[in-house]
């Protein structure tokens, strides 16, 4: 079974630009899930997704948007990047069993850099 | 909120020797879970081991074992016969009962010295 894969896996963009990133979870796995990693905040909560629901969200502005397609694939989108959102974007999904909550298995990641 | 501290910034061991990762949270929930997970230099996040916290055994994956300490919100994993593979960065991650939201310690970085 193919694991979480993301794309692109490398992005550079300029302060005001905006940028979205995309996310296919492993196969049948309902719940996707995106954090950021810089090394000043470490690992970051951003947002879950549920079955086109958004779930949970972390503390980040409004400019860090996503959403969830039918195919359980979900896109984040980041409007007026700023250098601070240099960082890489890992996306996670899970099963979301009977019991509500299983293991999150993570994609390679993308790496945005912001000039 | 929940937190999770990781002391050890940085560790090293001799290949096949052991060694154990520290790791202490912060709850008032009851049932929760807790995870190791591995990011080694391709970035590549892999799980090592999940922890019920509602299980008073501790879980056991092959080489890697946890000592749970619910009372005490501890949580460590301890390697045995270390390889080279496990060079890593290794997180500590905390998850409510119920969402999937992971809350991630800082990290330590595990050198294995052959």
């Known amino acids: 079974k193919a694991g979480v894969t993301q794309t692109p896996r490398y992005l550079i963009k300029t302060r005001g630009q905006q940028v979205t990133l995309s996310c296919s979870p492993i196969?049948?796995?309902?719940?996707v899930s995106w954090y950021q990693q810089t090394p000043g905040q470490g690992l970051q909560f951003l947002f879950e997704y549920f079955s086109e629901t958004q779930r949970n969200k972390g503390n980040f502005p409004g400019r860090f948007s996503g959403r969830q397609f039918s195919n359980s694939r979900s896109e984040m989108n980041v409007s007026t990047l700023e250098l601070g959102d240099s960082a890489l974007y890992l996306c996670?999904?899970?099963?979301?069993?009977?019991?509500?909550?299983?293991?999150?298995?993570f994609g390679p990641g993308t790496r945005l850099t912001v000039l | 909120a929940q937190t999770v501290t990781q002391s050890q910034p940085e560790m090293s061991v001799q290949e096949a020797e052991t060694v154990t990762l520290s790791c202490t949270y912060d709850?008032?929930?009851?049932?929760?879970?807790l995870f190791w997970y591995k990011q080694p230099p391709s970035r590549q996040m892999i799980l090592v081991i999940r922890q019920e916290a509602y299980k008073q055994q501790n879980a056991t994956e092959n080489r890697f074992s946890v000592n749970f300490q619910k009372a005490a919100k501890s949580f460590s994993l301890k390697i045995s016969d270390s390889q080279l593979g496990d060079a890593a960065m290794y997180f500590c991650a905390y998850k409510k009962e119920y969402g999937n939201k992971l809350v991630f310690g800082a990290g330590t970085i595990l050198r294995v010295k052959s």
């Open positions: 709850t008032s929930e009851s049932d929760y879970y």
């Open positions: 996670a999904s899970s099963l979301e069993g009977p019991t509500g909550t299983d293991t999150q298995y």
């Open positions: 196969s049948g796995h309902r719940s």
